[in-house]
Structure formats: C-alpha cells, structure tokens
C-alpha cells in the first residue's frame, strides 16, 4: 500500500531564502510524482509533474527532483517570496487507478 | 471549458438530508477522481471513473456515498441521509488518461452539515 510523507508539516521563513520541501513515499513502482500547491479554501494547482523516467522538473523558481529508488522527491523554492505562502501536496500514484497524497506543507513567507 | 468546474461551491444542508455534488472535468479527459479533504489534511481518495465507470470506489466510506458518470464526462456525488461527519471539501479531478498524465482539480464544493 502506498504511503506519502511530508516533511515539515509547517514551515516559516523570510522572504527571498531558498528553500526545500520533501515528499518521500513507500512504493517506488510510480508512473510519476506530481506537486500541487493549494490556498487556503481553494483547490488544488499543478506546479509540477514528474515522470518515473526523469530527475528533475523545472518551472520558473521551482524545482522539482525524483529519486524513485530511494522513494524521495524534493521541491526547491528559490528567492521565496509572500505570494508563495500555500500548502504543498505531493502526489503519487498507488496501484491502477489512485492518486494518493501526502498531508502537505504549509508554508509562510515572512514579508 | 477550461479547467475542472465543481458545483456548488458552498454547500449547507441539514443532517438527514440529501445532496448531489457536481463535477464538469476537462473536456476530452477519461480519467475521472474524486477525493474528500478535511482541514489539515491531504485530500483523500473516494472514486475513480475511466470513462463511465466506476474503476475503483473502494474509498467511499459507505454505502450513503454514491457516484456516477453517465456520460463519460460530468459526474455527480451523491450522499444520502447526510451526517455532520461528512462535512469536508469535496474535491473533483481530471486527467487525459489515469496516472500516467497531469491531474487537474477543481475548487472544490465545501459541504457542512448541520
């Protein structure tokens, strides 16, 4: 059965450090790994998906990586800014059909 | 349309009743999901639909839970003889094919239960 994990559960720093968020989960056998960013009382938003077959992602200051083998992901955050507070969800699939998910980061530029 | 529609998006209905929740995924996607979320928490896995049907409900919490997808395209949630446990957000998901392809999610329809 697949298990997601984020570490840390929260997360408070000021703005414009770098920072990096961890997604590891028990069932290395994934298609991809996707991460999601959700505001608070909204759904969910696609920052980045991953396919088994590759590394790394990247979209403007994000970076995603993927080691399937050790069941790890990470998602970099450069230059932090307030607008990046949200919480962070990683996602895997599990078995034929699921998305299972992890419980997030809540994350929070200090201005 | 352009992205996942979910509706309504505020729901309020007294416990006993019922309630339909609607889902209009991405036109053209086969792949259809839907997840519950409660405050502080990943959002959890109920149904998945390829195409019309219902390839895995093993997530629905029981049998007051019900879900359909007629058409291949909109589904509704249905929940019969609503509970204040049931208060979540329900959350709505399409991908062009299951797993392997980007999944995208509405904004959800928050339902309370009173």
């Known amino acids: 059965k697949q298990e997601v994990t984020q570490i840390p559960a929260a997360l408070s720093v000021p703005e414009g450090e770098n920072l990096v968020l961890n997604c590891s989960f028990t069932?290395?056998?994934?298609?991809?790994l996707q991460w999601f960013r959700q505001d608070p009382g909204k759904g969910l938003t696609s920052l980045l998906l991953?396919?088994?077959?590759?590394r790394e992602q990247t979209s403007g200051r994000l970076n995603a990586s993927l080691d399937k083998s050790s069941g790890r992901s990470t998602l970099y955050i450069a230059a932090s800014q307030p607008g990046d507070s949200a919480t962070y969800l990683c996602?895997?699939?599990?078995?034929?059909?699921?998305?299972?998910f992890g419980k997030g980061t809540r994350l929070h530029i200090l201005p | 349309g352009a992205g996942v529609s979910q509706t309504p998006s505020n729901k309020v209905t007294e416990k006993g009743k019922y309630v339909e929740l609607r889902c209009d995924p991405i036109?053209?996607?086969?792949?259809l999901y839907w997840y519950r979320q409660s405050l502080g928490q990943g959002p959890e896995f109920l149904i998945y639909?390829?195409?019309?049907?219902?390839?895995?409900d093993s997530g629905l919490p029981n049998d007051r839970f019900f879900a359909v997808r007629p058409e291949g395209s909109v589904s509704t949630l249905k929940i019969q003889r609503t509970e204040r446990g049931d208060s979540a957000v329900y959350l709505c998901?399409?991908?062009?094919?299951?797993?392997?392809?980007?999944?995208?999610f509405g904004q959800g329809t928050r339902l309370t239960v009173v």
């Open positions: 998901a399409s991908s062009l094919y299951p797993l392997n392809t980007e999944a995208f």
């Open positions: 069932d290395s056998a994934i298609y991809n």
């Open positions: 991953i396919q088994s077959s590759q």
């Open positions: 996602a895997v699939p599990s078995g034929d059909d699921k998305i299972i």
């Open positions: 036109s053209g996607h086969t792949a």
């Open positions: 639909f390829q195409g019309t049907g219902a390839a895995d």
